[in-house]
């Protein structure tokens, strides 16, 4: 009798655990934020078909340009909003085609504008926002690496760099995001996107661990914004305008590789070198001698100071996405002496050749006033 009751006893005990070691865990909902009036919608979805569609996609879905990822899953705007939708608008993620927004970092937006598209992406994905903790997520880091390289290094990469996933070692990344944000994306995935549930695949124990390993990688908390730059003038669009043309072997008759492009610098070309990523990631860190000419810019009025019969390189990060996209525009108005850098801006700096970057200086977290 009392066998059969212990045994009875461990049978319940045994339930118990694994109803709990797969069972999602439950959250509070939370107050929905503030609605935007009519004006502001109209701003707000101006500003996302303006600056975001390239790489997000007209219809939030993601992946268009490089993996920039869903802005309409579920998952996202139910543990994200505002901070893990805000800061990389803001700021930006760096060392990723994801380039900052905000004025105060030479971005397009005002932090205005930056909290009302933060809203309307909400509202948009029709999710409802749920109460997310401070607290850290507490787990075992090295048990959490396995479950990591086992199951999320193929796409995320084996040291977290990104391969057609967000990089989950970005330092940027890491600093805003809070452990539970990153908790609840493994549990729910992200909804149609590659990013499955892994809640039922995993065991609670082990998205804790994992969660503690990811959260093991970031070494920094401070985020850091450049001290700005003048912005140059026409007169000084054009590089070294007195010396000859480079003379560019073009592949598919647009692209110019980074070895080209740099032995072209070296002999002190002529060329005008157009940077068309956000203005933000040109403050941080552009080619020498490249000009901000963002890819959502009205051509009509910057075009006049470009000359015709210069060479003209376009680069960005995507890697040629927002250049290809300008290039086209200028094909319109009758350029035709034009090359997109084929490796993109990152291609360029793991080749080892020079950029020119930004001092920088702390965030001040008052720069984020409540809204
Ligand atoms: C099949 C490929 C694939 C696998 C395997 C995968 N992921 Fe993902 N993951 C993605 C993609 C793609 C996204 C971006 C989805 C989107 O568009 O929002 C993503 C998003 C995420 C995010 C959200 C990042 C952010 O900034 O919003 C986290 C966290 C994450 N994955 C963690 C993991 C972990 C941990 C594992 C392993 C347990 C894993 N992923 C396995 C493809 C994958
Ligand atoms: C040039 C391509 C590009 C453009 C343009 C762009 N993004 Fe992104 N965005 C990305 C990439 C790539 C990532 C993922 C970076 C990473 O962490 O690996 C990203 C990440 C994000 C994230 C984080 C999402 C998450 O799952 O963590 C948000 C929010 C975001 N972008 C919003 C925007 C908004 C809003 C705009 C327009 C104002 C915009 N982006 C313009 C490429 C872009």
Redesign the pocket.
């Known amino acids: 009798m009392k066998i059969f009751l212990i045994s009875i006893l461990m049978m319940l005990v045994c339930s118990l655990y694994t109803a709990n070691s797969v069972a999602q865990r439950v959250y509070e909902k939370q107050q929905p934020p503030r609605k935007l009036s009519d004006e502001q919608t109209i701003r707000a979805a101006s500003n996302y078909k303006k600056y975001c569609i390239l790489c997000h996609g007209e219809n939030r879905q993601?992946?268009v340009n490089d993996?920039?990822?869903?802005l309409r899953?579920k998952s996202?705007f139910e543990s994200?909003v505002p901070h893990?939708i805000l800061r990389p608008i803001s700021y930006g993620r760096d060392g990723t085609a994801m380039g900052g927004y905000l004025d105060e970092v030479g971005g397009p937006m005002t932090l205005d504008e930056v909290w009302d598209l933060t809203y309307w992406l909400f509202w948009q994905s029709g999710a409802e926002r749920k109460k997310l903790t401070e607290s850290a997520v507490i787990g075992d880091i090295v048990r959490g690496e396995v479950?990591?390289q086992q199951?999320?290094a193929?796409?995320?990469g084996k040291n977290g760099e990104g391969v057609?996933?967000?990089a989950?070692g970005n330092q940027s990344?890491l600093a805003h995001?809070k452990d539970e944000?990153?908790r609840y994306?493994?549990e729910h995935g992200?909804q149609d996107?590659?990013?499955?549930a892994?809640s039922g695949m995993?065991s609670e124990q082990d998205?804790d661990n994992?969660?503690a390993f990811?959260r093991s990688k970031a070494s920094g908390w401070t985020l850091t914004k450049p001290v700005l730059r003048e912005i140059p003038s026409p007169d000084e669009y054009v590089i070294n305008p007195q010396n000859s043309s480079p003379n560019f072997m073009l592949t598919e008759d647009k692209f110019v590789s980074s070895k080209q492009l740099y032995a072209a610098l070296k002999a002190k070309n002529k060329m005008v070198l157009l940077d068309t990523r956000v203005t933000s990631v040109w403050q941080r860190a552009h080619i020498e001698g490249a000009i901000p000419f963002p890819y959502y810019k009205d051509l009509e009025d910057k075009v006049t100071a470009l000359p015709k019969d210069v060479q003209i390189v376009a680069y960005c990060s995507c890697p040629r996405a927002a250049a290809v996209h300008v290039i086209e525009k200028l094909a319109k108005l009758g350029y035709t002496k034009t090359a997109v850098l084929y490796e993109g801006i990152f291609g360029w700096m793991n080749m080892g050749y020079p950029v020119t970057r930004a001092e920088n200086v702390a965030v001040e977290s008052s720069d984020e006033a409540a809204h």
């Open positions: 993601g992946h993996h920039a990822p869903s899953s996202l994200g893990s479950v990591y199951n999320c193929s796409c995320h057609n996933a967000p989950l990344a995001n944000f990153i994306a493994i992200r996107t590659p990013m499955v892994f995993l998205i994992v969660t990811i």
